[in-house]
């Protein structure tokens, strides 16, 4: 049966969806294949018909996941301003809390994964590097925007400080999850962070 261009497409997005959920909640060294081509209802010969390699997939699914995330965070900025909240905080609330902290293959693939990716092939690490700027950017537009006064070199180590804390804040997080009180502690410690390093001049 001839698959239609919008069939193959379909597949590609489902086969990189498939494996930045399975990524994020398994590694990327305990995902194969065949899980990947299961998880998303094809067969594994389909799958070579997308991808040359799994290596390739997880530099695909890699930067489609944090472009998706950056665009969340935009849009969640955006319906914080437009509702007269915070579109900073509105950033860090989302992403410090219990249900991202215990729910990683739906969450941010940079918390999740950022450093086995960055010990990877240089695709999957360039892949990183160029969706971790697309979050930095985000951050970076919002505090450019809260303050005028900021200059080039302050607003790039204040989205450097923010993302750090959110990121940093949530492995920690994860890391003492079975200490609930702990790993509490670390989301409300890394939220207060990331809240300072909005307002004070790096």
Known sequence: MRVTPQTFTA??????????????????????????STAAGLTHGAFYGHFPSKAALAEAACAESLRRSAERWRAAAAASRAGGRDPLHEIIDR??????????????????????SARAEPGLQAALAGGTAL???????????????????????????????????LTLARALAPDPAASGAALAAAAALARRACDDPP
């Open 11 to 36: 597949h590609g997005a489902a086969l990189r969806d498939a494996a930045a959920r399975l990524f994020r909640a398994q590694g990327l060294e305990s995902v194969r294949v065949a899980d990947v």
């Open 95 to 116: 992403y410090l809390t219990g249900q991202h902290r215990d729910a990683p293959g739906r969450g941010c693939w940079l918390g999740a994964l950022g450093a086995e």
């Open 135 to 169: 979050l930095h950017a985000v951050l970076a537009d919002e505090l450019a925007a809260r303050h005028p006064g900021w200059d080039t070199r302050q607003i790039q180590a204040g989205a450097s400080a923010v993302l750090a804390a959110l990121v940093g804040g």
